[in-house]
């Protein structure tokens, strides 16, 4: 893989996004919590943009790197990458790693989970599992829609997800237009 830039064996390949994930949290960690500055958010856009590069053209070579191609903290680190991929990127991907899930594995379906949720928010669709939230500075932070609020507890339970408390699902937004004129 040399520089890192381009996928070679499955070995490597697994170490290289093992990298990129620990640079994907290494720069969100250096965020300021309160007001991230335009430089932070300048360095992640460029760490973030070179992962996707790097995701997409393994994506392209040898299909979603799911746990039985580069082992499971790979795969999650795949994810990871995905997560922070542009949205159409990440529509792209999904039925990917759905299809690399293997039911067994419980941090592999909790990351369709969550990428499922982003998809769907992306689309400005109801978040089955509610994994996504919007936050504002000064102003906390609320659950997107939910497809079902009371039957999300359950969905969440049966993948190992903790449930979400009843004032957590009180605050969800109701609808993308509540959001809209948030």
């Given at each position: 893989m040399g520089?890192?830039?381009?996928?070679g064996?499955?070995?490597?390949?697994?170490?290289?996004?093992l990298?990129?994930?620990?640079?994907?949290?290494?720069?969100r960690?250096?965020?300021?919590?309160?007001?991230?500055?335009?430089?932070?958010?300048?360095?992640?856009?460029e760490?973030?943009?070179?992962?996707?590069?790097?995701?997409a053209?393994?994506?392209?070579?040898?299909?979603?790197?799911?746990?039985?191609?580069?082992?499971?903290?790979?795969?999650?680190?795949?994810?990871?990458?995905?997560?922070?991929?542009?949205a159409e990127e990440?529509?792209?991907?999904?039925?990917?790693?759905?299809?690399?899930?293997?039911?067994?594995d419980d941090?592999?379906?909790?990351?369709h989970a969550?990428?499922?949720?982003r998809?769907?928010?992306?689309?400005?669709?109801p978040?089955?599992?509610?994994?996504?939230?919007l936050?504002?500075?000064?102003?906390?932070?609320r659950?997107?829609?939910?497809?079902?609020?009371?039957?999300?507890?359950?969905r969440?339970?049966?993948?190992?997800?903790?449930?979400?408390?009843?004032?957590t699902?009180?605050?969800?937004?109701?609808?993308?237009a509540?959001?809209?004129t948030?």
């Amino acid at each position: 893989m040399g520089d890192g830039d381009e996928p070679g064996d499955l070995e490597t390949l697994g170490q290289g996004l093992l990298q990129r994930a620990e640079f994907d949290r290494a720069v969100r960690a250096q965020l300021d919590p309160g007001y991230p500055a335009q430089q932070q958010w300048r360095q992640v856009n460029e760490v973030d943009s070179r992962n996707t590069a790097f995701l997409a053209s393994v994506v392209d070579r040898v299909g979603w790197p799911g746990a039985r191609l580069v082992g499971s903290e790979a795969a999650h680190a795949a994810w990871l990458l995905a997560q922070h991929a542009p949205a159409e990127e990440r529509a792209r991907w999904l039925p990917l790693l759905a299809a690399a899930v293997d039911p067994d594995d419980d941090v592999a379906v909790r990351d369709h989970a969550y990428l499922a949720d982003r998809v769907a928010t992306d689309a400005r669709r109801p978040q089955r599992w509610g994994t996504q939230s919007l936050c504002f500075p000064g102003r906390g932070c609320r659950l997107y829609p939910l497809e079902d609020p009371a039957g999300v507890n359950a969905r969440s339970r049966s993948i190992g997800l903790e449930p979400l408390t009843d004032a957590t699902l009180a605050a969800a937004y109701p609808s993308y237009a509540d959001i809209d004129t948030a």
